[in-house]
């Protein structure tokens, strides 16, 4: 049975803003969080090294839990006592617990679910308005909330790149940066691969599956900025368009939703399949713009920094709610440290990984 909260509380926060209605309604969300969990007997903890940093997932039920984990667990260490951001997890199908009226109009929501007045220096808060979910961070307190109605509801791709919102909220006045691309190299330096959906970037990070090159994401990585560009891995999962998947036949074993293709893209966990093939990061040599050429050969030819800037920065803004100026302001640094190469990616993939080696032995980078 699920359960409305009637509960009419306004816990008090640690410092600052806690009479202001982020702090009053985190507080209140927070505390419906703890008590579900000791109605469970307590939390399903998980631990991941990202960016350096230790998150904890900490999961009221197990429904979410292995909902979004399997995408993370290349990423996975030991439990700590104190973690960098602790992130607690419910969902209202699973535990009975119906999410409390929320004090925003509908009026006060911005263009990708940020909710006005509800995001200021100390708090983050978006709703999902697609499939109901709440995504919360008190940077003060390195503590985030996320709610869903239902895992059932969750969309594929939301699995495929957990945290995605969550995290950008709580690193986005830090030097990093999610961004809306993809990553291969060794652990002396690699490239970051940039462009919108459709330009090539999976079918470059996954040509080079069968190289020596190693794989750190194909949809989104974190960038940290300082002391140099260096690409963190996200996710283990690479997703495919159906008219793309005959390139891949090795890889068709893999693929997680094989009865859903003509809705969804195929998503592989390469985490699962290829574990040795992934690294956790690399400093950033050169950002590369794929290009689907049609010709046999591929090509790599230099290109200048807007370039590089125009093809990370539409398609990260768009998915990433608020603080759109700052994220531009990172990614045209990045893009002004860096060089920027256009590749055309010929019809023989072998050549493709090999033509970035190449590149990344060239002293110039």
């Not at 068709?252 to 809705?263: C, D, G, T």
Request: glycine share 8%.
């Amino acid at each position: 049975m699920i359960e409305s909260d009637a509960l009419q509380i306004n816990l008090p926060g640690p410092s600052g803003e806690e009479d202001q209605p982020p702090g009053a309604f985190f507080e209140k969300i927070h505390h419906i969080f703890q008590k579900i969990a000791d109605r469970a007997g307590g939390t399903t903890d998980r631990f991941y090294t990202i960016g350096g940093r230790i998150v904890c997932l900490r999961f009221a039920g197990a429904a979410l839990a292995a909902c979004f984990t399997p995408a993370l667990d290349h990423l996975t260490t030991d439990p700590v006592s104190a973690p960098d951001l602790t992130v607690c997890f419910w969902d209202s199908d699973s535990t009975g617990q119906l999410l409390p009226s929320t004090p925003w109009s509908a009026d006060d929501y911005g263009p990708q679910g940020e909710i006005h007045l509800y995001n200021t220096s100390r708090f983050y808060m978006v709703y999902q308005l697609g499939f109901d979910a709440l995504h919360m961070v008190d940077r003060s307190r390195n503590l985030a909330i996320y709610w869903t109605e239902s895992t059932q509801r969750v969309p594929y791709w939301e699995r495929s790149f957990p945290l995605r919102i969550i995290l950008h909220g709580w690193l986005r006045h830090q030097p990093f940066q999610l961004i809306h691309a993809g990553a291969v190299g060794r652990p002396e330096g690699g490239v970051l691969i940039a462009g919108k959906s459709g330009s090539g970037k999976s079918t470059t990070t996954l040509s080079c599956l069968d190289s020596a090159l190693l794989w750190a994401g194909d949809d989104y990585v974190l960038v940290q900025l300082d002391p140099e560009p260096y690409v963190y891995s996200l996710y283990g999962t690479a997703k495919l368009e159906n008219d793309n998947m005959y390139r891949f036949p090795d890889l068709h074993p893999a693929i997680s939703n094989p009865h859903r293709l003509e809705k969804e893209k195929a998503l592989i966990y390469l985490n699962r399949h290829y574990p040795a093939k992934m690294i956790r990061g690399f400093p950033i040599r050169a950002i590369l713009l794929p290009r689907i050429s049609g010709n046999r050969d591929t090509r790599i030819f230099k290109a200048g920094p807007m370039a590089g800037l125009a093809a990370m920065a539409p398609t990260t803004i768009l998915h990433l709610p608020a603080g759109g100026q700052a994220a531009l302001q990172k990614m045209s640094r990045l893009a002004k440290e860096v060089p920027t190469y256009i590749l055309e990616a010929g019809t023989d993939l072998a050549q493709i990984p090999a033509a970035i080696a190449g590149l990344l032995a060239q002293g110039a980078l």
